[in-house]
């Protein structure tokens, strides 16, 4: 079993809409969540940082982590053809070495 | 620009050759990661610093990869006798430590190996 699980299917919503996005992890030492923007043959962007459970918002982005449930979620409201990326979810424990376990990533098309 | 900067950005090379990628990190961000992305996957961990130590490396990263961080600034990939298989997007990041754990990357270096 992969430590970050994110369902890579392409996602296509019309402009305006909500993305939703998720991922489950299975190691419970994690504790530092990030999302992060990728376009095409660009590096990962950082989106929203988060530390435990709990919401966070930025604009028209929300970060959701349920720890007891291993599950994270990304949402983007008022959805805009920019928006049109790959999402991954990444995650780290936090102390010594953090380095970021990331889920496979997510396919996103907004049309206009 | 004070980002992650990664130099060169596109290196294409014949099967066997050695390859170098340079990594200039957000400049006071102390810790240094390198990453390997392949198509529809998500970044993988290869190897970590902090300051000039290298402090971590994963199984990936075979005996015919070596990094270094000479004086806690840039760091550098080699990849020696280059397999097709090594073909991916190398990617850095940088983060600040000290309780801050995000990491912020380069724009990556894409290999193709021939």
């Known amino acids: 079993q992969k430590e970050v699980e994110q369902d890579p299917g392409p996602l296509s919503v019309p402009e305006g809409a909500i993305v939703s996005l998720n991922c489950t992890y299975s190691n419970s030492a994690f504790q530092y969540f990030m999302w992060y923007r990728q376009y095409s043959r660009k590096g990962p962007e950082l989106l929203m940082y988060t530390y435990s459970s709990g919401n966070k918002e930025d604009g028209r982005f929300t970060a959701q982590v349920d720890k007891s449930s291993k599950y994270i979620s990304l949402f983007i409201r008022d959805s805009q053809p920019s928006d049109s990326a790959t999402y991954l979810c990444?995650?780290?424990?936090?102390?010594?070495?953090?380095?970021?376990?990331f889920g496979k990533g997510n396919q996103v098309v907004v049309i206009p | 620009d004070t980002g992650v900067s990664q130099d060169p950005r596109h290196k294409i090379t014949k099967r066997g050759q050695n390859v170098t990628f340079r990594c200039d990190p957000i400049?006071?961000?102390?810790?240094l990661y390198w990453y390997r992305q392949t198509l529809g996957q998500g970044p993988e961990f290869l190897t970590y610093f902090q300051n000039e130590a290298q402090l971590e490396k994963s199984r990936l990263l075979s005996d015919r990869f070596s990094a270094e961080r000479p004086k806690g600034s840039f760091s550098t990939l080699e990849i020696q006798r280059t397999e097709q298989g090594d073909s991916a997007m190398y990617l850095c990041?940088?983060?600040?430590?000290?309780?801050?754990?995000?990491?912020?990357f380069g724009p990556g270096t894409r290999l193709t190996v021939t």
């Open positions: 400049s006071e961000h102390n810790r």
């Open positions: 990444a995650m780290t424990r936090g102390g010594g070495n953090n380095r970021l376990a």
């Open positions: 990041a940088s983060s600040p430590g000290q309780g801050s754990y995000e990491q912020y």
